[in-house]
């Protein structure tokens, strides 16, 4: 409801109509409009170590602490188009369209407290006021993005007396245009903070006595140079078609076919940034009508933003005093000059493949070959150590691969309603564009060298799969599985830190004519890991429980489960040279999803809940963990980066009024799920928290 007072509902509607003239064509056409509101609020945590005199080792601090709401409103208008011509039983044309466009706005308001880890004086204190100083700021940004998208495909099947063809050309286009306004103010005066960790999760900050001001709801007074504008523009284009064969035999069929899909990409942007030569405080803006927001709803001031700017107006303002902005040549030249890229991706493919039958036997088996060309352009960039920007080249690189995916499946029928399946194929994840890029910058002030991986191979997956099911009589089944996957060069990133010689354990840095001025450098890239290996067994049940008595007839259930155990090699090694095998990335060992749904007459609903198990989201590197008290101190620790466990509790109901007429209502994370981030340990390194709030969803369906 707090989200909904700024945003407004959710709206939603859609007009069809189709029709047949004649008995050879036929024609739909589909209208519809979406306004759909999602919000969310957060806090954001970094940590750091510190060595006090009167405390043995290094003790854990709160080094950057920061909340942020968020509300994003969009809408979506769209129409689709189908024309169907069948001249005669064999053969149809098709040809169909459809078009989208999208007004997204995401307003951001955030507050931060910027905890200088250096100016601790105890685990909870900061200070004194001198020299470098911590301070606060309130952040605020509005990103208007405007997002075509077309798509159109012209088709046919003909069906001769020894085969059949079917073939298809298309092409697909998606254009994004986004704007960027940033607002941020700095607080006056110094100020030192008092901090309580003792809940990690909810740490409390407090301006301390000793700074200039005391109080946290504090006018702020200056506009920083952060604040501007910047706009993005993205380009895509996708020219596809295939054509397909399919011919009939004695215990069977035959296909074969070939298919290509050629993608180009392109986007540039420009940001314009400066200070604001003109006096302009926070209480200059206008502010939202009950503009007071507290994250998570919580009593302390450090989770309390009582100042919600309207965005619109500051959108307004920045154009008229667009004049008053001087603009910081330097960061305009780092975000402009180095962000123009363009992407070529053509992927040509064949395949052919078999269904047999004989007796219970069932057998589906083929195999597709593809051969993928690559060209990505990028930008080499050069900052010196007075962080000003003093070279860019521009790259280019080229790729080419080829890979063959054989497919087998086997059905055997245990009886009339049991079978057993077991199947064999090779599947493939290409890397990003964001990894593939020949981008490299060596920043001479912080000694970092960041480079995309241009040599990427793709991640090919070898996939085993043994499947029993049973099927009821009443309608359901129950099926069990068991599943091995065997990777090899999965993506991952990859960071380091450059020894003498120019050398890391991963893919070589690229370092132009200075090879050892990089020693003690941190490398940040991307490699492909050695191997992963992810296997388990799957639980699958769903059942009309109809041979209940009474009302209880009218339910249905289902549950799955599945367990999944995976192990990687991402290059970490032990003292003694061992591999130490990590989870695979993104890779939740336990999932489950049950639910209930009930019947009868008119009526239908669908209750059901879904839980996935933490997983890890990132690969660190190799650090000292001091607040670990049982991790030894010669033990190797990586930072890695984890996403707990997930949840979601969702109702559907269905009502017929008439036969035209039916109301729905849909409600998701009723149980108000708080995502949450944190590093190595849970209890240890929180990173973040978010909230999204619950949604529901009613509306009415008319039929004609």
């Known amino acids: 409801s707090r989200f909904v007072e700024h945003m407004g509902p959710s709206r939603r509607a859609s007009l069809s109509y189709g029709d047949s003239p004649s008995d050879d064509f036929s024609y739909g056409v589909n209208v519809s409009y979406l306004r759909s509101v999602s919000a969310n609020e957060s806090f954001n945590t970094s940590w750091s170590t510190r060595n006090f005199a009167h405390i043995e080792g290094p003790s854990d601090v709160l080094s950057d602490f920061s909340t942020q709401m968020e509300m ?133 900050v407090d301006i301390s006595p000793l700074s200039e001001l005391t109080d946290l709801q504090m006018s702020y ?79 302390h001031s450090a989770y309390h933003i009582p100042w919600l700017i309207d965005l619109h107006k500051a959108r307004d303002f920045y154009h008229s005093q667009r004049p008053h902005f001087n603009l910081n040549m330097e960061t305009w030249a780092r975000n402009s000059k180095t962000s123009g890229y363009s992407a070529d991706e053509h992927i040509f493919a064949g395949y052919g493949m078999a269904n047999l039958e004989y007796r219970r036997f069932t057998f589906l088996g083929g195999a597709r070959i593809e051969h993928t060309l690559t060209k990505y352009s990028g930008k080499e960039v050069t900052i010196d150590d007075t962080d000003r920007l003093r070279g860019v080249v521009d790259r280019t690189q080229t790729n080419s ?5 054989p497919n087998a499946q086997l059905k055997y029928a245990l009886g009339r309603l049991t079978n057993a399946r077991l199947a064999y194929s090779r599947s493939i994840g290409r890397p990003s564009y964001s990894q593939l890029a020949p981008n490299i910058e060596r ?26 099911e049973h099927y009821f009589m009443d309608v359901g089944q129950i099926v069990v599985g068991l599943f091995y996957k065997e990777l090899s060069d999965f993506v991952f990133s990859f960071s380091d830190i450059i020894r003498a010689g120019g050398i890391v354990e991963g893919p070589a840095p690229d370092l132009g004519d200075g090879e050892f001025e990089y020693t003690g450098w941190r490398f940040n890239t991307y490699d492909n890991g050695e191997e992963a290996t992810v296997y388990g067994v799957e639980f699958t049940w769903q059942q009309n429980l109809a041979f209940l008595p009474g009302f209880l007839g009218n339910f249905g259930t289902f549950a799955n489960y599945s367990y999944a155990y995976s192990q990687a090699d991402v290059g970490r090694r032990d003292t003694n040279g061992d591999v130490i095998y990590v989870r695979l990335q993104g890779q939740r060992p336990h999932v489950v999803n049950v639910g209930l749904d009930y019947s009868q007459r008119g009526f239908s609903g669908q209750l059901s809940y879904q839980w996935g198990a933490p997983s890890i989201s990132s690969y660190g590197s190799l650090q000292f963990v ?8 010669n033990r190797r620790v990586y930072f890695d980066g984890y996403r707990d466990s997930a949840s979601d509790l969702t109702l559907t109901l269905r009502y017929r009024l008439t036969d035209a007429f039916r109301l729905w209502a849909d409600a998701n994370n009723i149980m108000n799920h708080r995502r949450v981030d944190y590093r190595y340990h849970r209890d240890y390194y929180p990173t973040s928290s978010s909230l999204s709030g619950r949604r529901v969803n009613l509306g009415i369906r008319y039929s004609f």
């Open 443 to 468: 920043n001479f002030g912080s000694d970092v060298l960041t480079q995309g991986n241009p040599q990427l191979r793709p991640m090919v997956s070898h996939n085993l799969d043994l499947l029993f």
């Open 221 to 299: 007074k200056t506009m920083s140079s952060g604040s501007g504008y910047r706009w993005d523009s993205h380009l895509s284009n996708d020219f596809k078609g295939n054509i397909d064969f399919e011919a009939p035999f004695r215990l069977g069929s035959f296909k074969f076919g070939s298919s290509g899909l050629m993608t180009f990409k392109s986007g540039n942007h420009e940001r314009f940034t400066g200070d604001f030569d003109a006096r302009s405080a926070l209480d200059d803006f206008d502010r939202l009508v009950n503009a007071d927001w507290r994250i998570f709803e919580r009593e």
């Open 72 to 204: 994003d409103p969009r809408e979506r208008y769209g129409t689709a188009l189908q024309f169907t011509f069948q001249p005669s039983d064999r053969t149809t044309y098709h040809i169909q369209g459809m078009f989208n466009y999208q007004e997204r706005e995401r307003m951001r308001y955030g507050q931060r407290f910027n905890i200088n880890s250096s100016r601790y004086t105890t685990p909870n204190q900061t200070g004194p006021m001198e020299g470098n100083k911590s301070n606060i700021s309130y952040n605020t940004r509005l990103d208007d993005y405007r997002i075509h998208q077309y798509t159109f495909q012209a088709g046919a099947r003909h069906l001769f007396d020894r085969f059949d063809m079917e073939y298809a050309v298309g092409w697909g286009h998606g254009r994004m245009n986004q704007d960027r306004y940033e607002f941020n103010f700095n607080s006056p005066g110094r100020y030192d903070f008092l901090i309580n960790i003792d809940d990690r999760w909810m740490p409390l």
């Open 401 to 405: 691969y080829t890979n063959l995916f």
């Open 626 to 633: 001091p607040g670990v008290p049982d991790v030894p101190i």
